[in-house]
T-cell receptor, first 113, second 111 residues
Framework: NAGVTQTPKFRVLKTGQSMTLLCAQD?????MYWYRQDPGMGLRLIHY???????AKGEVPDGYNVSRLKKQNFLLGLESAAPSQTSVYFC????????????FGPGTRLTVT | RKEVEQDPGPFNVPEGATVAFNCTYS??????FFWYRQDCRKEPKLLMS???SGNEDGRFTAQLNRASQYISLLIRDSKLSDSATYLC????????????FGKGTRLSVIA
């Protein structure tokens, strides 16, 4: 039982390049989330999903797209990376009940130059 | 008013000290409350849920004051290993909406 895993762990992109971050969970959780964390800003929700095939915008969705084609996977895409997207990205999942514990992946450290 | 507010710290305390963190939330209808811990360059992990009656887990005590809309975390007999950032987390809105995370309070326990 690996919990929540994220791929890759580190990445450096040039401005304008694209990439996809992969999040996978093996706990059969319904809900999945993508956050970014910047110094002094705390965790900010980018997009989330309440089930396979559904996604919704969070607090800071601009510049990102997501897909949830399979229940266990949640993909975060950057179509044209910008230096402002340099951040640590965390994925999380939880059971259907939002009052339950959120489990986080180890994070992806992304630098856009 | 921000949805979830915390004192960012840092709190620098000696080993063995008692330290308390407070957190305020904006929506009186909020139902679920948590404290998460985040070590440097690691992911957040659940420390404890906060119940209306208050709850204790070893050296950690969490309390909820609905009337004043604040949550507290008390750490007794601080250890070096308690050094981390503590995040206040609230299910601000009703239903299955995402949790809202505070920006965190940084604690450094000094030998």
């Amino acid at each position: 039982n690996a919990g929540v895993t994220q791929t890759p762990k580190f990445r450096v992109l040039k401005t304008g390049q694209s990439m996809t971050l992969l999040c996978a969970q093996d706990m059969n959780h319904e809900y999945m989330y993508w956050y970014r964390q910047d110094p002094g800003m705390g965790l900010r929700l980018i997009h989330y999903s309440v089930g396979e095939g559904t996604t919704a915008k969070g607090e800071v969705p601009d510049g990102y797209n997501v897909s949830r084609l399979k229940k266990q996977n949640f993909l975060l895409g950057l179509e044209s990376a910008a230096p402002s997207q340099t951040s640590v990205y965390f994925c999380a999942s939880t059971r259907r009940d939002s009052g339950s514990e959120q489990y986080f992946g180890p994070g992806t450290r992304l630098t856009v130059t | 008013r921000k949805e979830v507010e915390q004192d960012p710290g840092p709190f620098n305390v000696p080993e063995g000290a008692t330290v308390a963190f407070n957190c305020t939330y904006s929506n009186s209808a909020s139902q679920s409350f948590f404290w998460y811990r985040q070590d440097c360059r690691k992911e957040p992990k659940l420390l404890m849920s906060v119940y209306s009656s208050g709850n204790e887990d070893g050296r950690f005590t969490a309390q909820l004051n609905r009337a004043s809309q604040y949550i507290s975390l008390l750490i007794r007999d601080s250890k070096l290993s308690d050094s981390a950032t503590y995040l206040c987390v609230v299910n601000i809105y009703s239903g299955n909406t995402p949790l809202v995370f505070g920006k965190g309070t940084r604690l450094s326990v000094i030998a």
